[in-house]
């Protein structure tokens, strides 16, 4: 389904824009940004963003079309949940529901109908830049942070094929083993630990998915709920390592988890993706 | 009155910060925002927001940060009104009251006794600049946005001893004439327009306000408020011509009045104010 243009601002002689579209995969309107640089457009990358999150933080906050428009990449920022929708619970706590999707596709009562986040990012979104934005399927890759760094790692192992390079920043890489993700996954997923599994960067690894590249990660040490145990980062690395899986994390001193963090670091990202669109 | 630590986020190896003082101006809280790089600071530049803004805007939105960083300069960004009042009219309108002080020493009823802000930027803020940060008191600059691009232009034109150099996006540069200044004057200042000419940049220059360097103004052609008469550029830039006021407009086409315009420019505006703080 083609989408509409809401709202276009030059930036760095490119554009930034807000969209909306009907999305097969929730069955709802759906928001998304973009940044297209002016000029030739040699690839996409997907922005996953966190808790809490719209479409429009990274767009707004994280300064990343400077370094796109220097690469010439596109960058396109879904929401981080469906919308407007009235499911029990739903709208309760900033960790579940809206605005806190996980990237998942859901199975329970209400939330399966919707909630088919891991869809509409892996599969919709993914033929969407390619039709609506022209960007060839061999040029396409995936990011995020936080809950969206959760979501980029499991999307770009899980559809390796598809996405040729992989980064986040304070991902949550371990979601069965902290609070916020069993308390999400119960909740998209149900009891059943063993559908869990597929949502979880650090099983899968455990489990044999890999991805031919390098992935990035930035982490700050001051990061409150690296401190709280949320993103087990170091599961993540043992995982990795001797699995073949080839990871790099960058550790921060006295950096937190905020969008002051991912600025001050997001040019090292666009610049690993770059090296594999470009 | 020494500021309070509100939250600090360490960013490109420097910190952003966020504070709160008892302003002897405004007899109100004021809170504040700050950048300040790692290592020796060389000077500093009093950022002004736009209409609806408070502290939060320029230093999330703008990505200052990493030219402050390389070219070790602070930014200081007072919020845009008093806040917590409950003045006639105050919080009625998004173009008058709290986030709307248009930066002067109001003389009406109420208002006089609190919305101070030229005494609190050009006073209070400077030496704060000085006894809390270090800063030398000949190493301070002013820039701003749209009201806050007024409000840079009136206070380093009025106190151009002070100010080392003058820069702005988007400026309202002869608020007399346009429908902004001229409801927010009547609301502040009252009816004797006497009283108005003293803080319109335009007519500063008329009576023969001058600052030693360059002024340096970025206007998108493409901008709302430019296009609607609120900005009156070319007001400003016909009143210094001539007049030994060297002034320099950059035109940039197809931009609008957003932030994404400031982002995109910023580098440009800080390598300006460098160049007489370093």
Redesign the interface.
Known sequence: MEATLLKS?????GK?QFWEHDSTSTKTKMKFSTFIPTGLVKGCVIWLSGLTCTDENFI??A?A??YLAEHQLMVICPDTSPRGLQLPGEHEAYDFGSGASFYVDAKTEGYNAHYNMFSYVANELFDLIQSQFQVPKNKISIMGHSMGGHGALVIGLRESQKFQSISAFSPIVNPTKAPWGVKAFTGYLGEDQDNWKQYDATELIRSGARHEGTILIDQ?R?DEFFIKGQLLTSNFENSCEGSGQKVKVNY?D???H????I??FIEGHIKHHASFLT
Chains 1, 2 share one sequence.
Request: hydrophobic share 15%.
């Open positions: 601002h030059k930036t760095f002689e930034t707004t906050k300064g079309q400077k700050g001051a921060r006295d950096y937190d905020s969008y002051y963090f600025a001050t």
